[in-house]
């Protein structure tokens, strides 16, 4: 079973950055597509990001698109959210995700993620 721990998050400035990391614990990492979630107080869980399992492909929404950089390195079992540029609607509790590349498409389906990380904060002062 693979577990998901992610790190990172905090309070930033409008405009700032942080870089949120997703660290896994099965070497299955490296066949998952993985992706990015967040959930704002009040507001269902929406997809922010994901990544395919070599890393060569990537998938954004669009509200982040151009702001946000997905990233992966398997060789550490690590994902990364490099986030630039946040703006106050960016608050939320951010989750990673995988998705077995051998049971989802691509990009993967909301539903095609099985295992959940438990969040990390991410707070935007104006």
């Known amino acids: 079973q693979v577990q998901l721990v992610e790190s990172g998050g905090g309070l930033v400035q409008a405009g700032g950055s942080l870089r949120l990391s997703c660290a896994a614990s099965?070497?299955?990492?490296?066949?998952?597509?993985m992706g990015w979630f967040r959930q704002a107080p009040g507001k269902e869980r929406e997809f922010v990001a994901a990544?395919?399992?070599?890393?060569?492909?990537?998938y954004y929404t669009d509200s982040v698109e151009g702001r946000f950089t997905i990233s992966r390195d398997n060789a550490k079992n690590t994902l990364y959210l490099q986030m630039n540029s946040l703006k106050p609607e960016d608050p939320a509790v951010y989750y990673c995700a995988a998705a077995s590349r051998y049971s989802s498409t691509w990009p993967p389906r909301d539903h095609d993620y099985n295992y959940w990380g438990q969040g990390t904060q991410v707070t935007v002062s104006s």
């Open positions: 990544a395919s399992w070599g890393g060569g492909k990537t």
């Open positions: 099965e070497l299955a990492f490296s066949t998952d597509h």
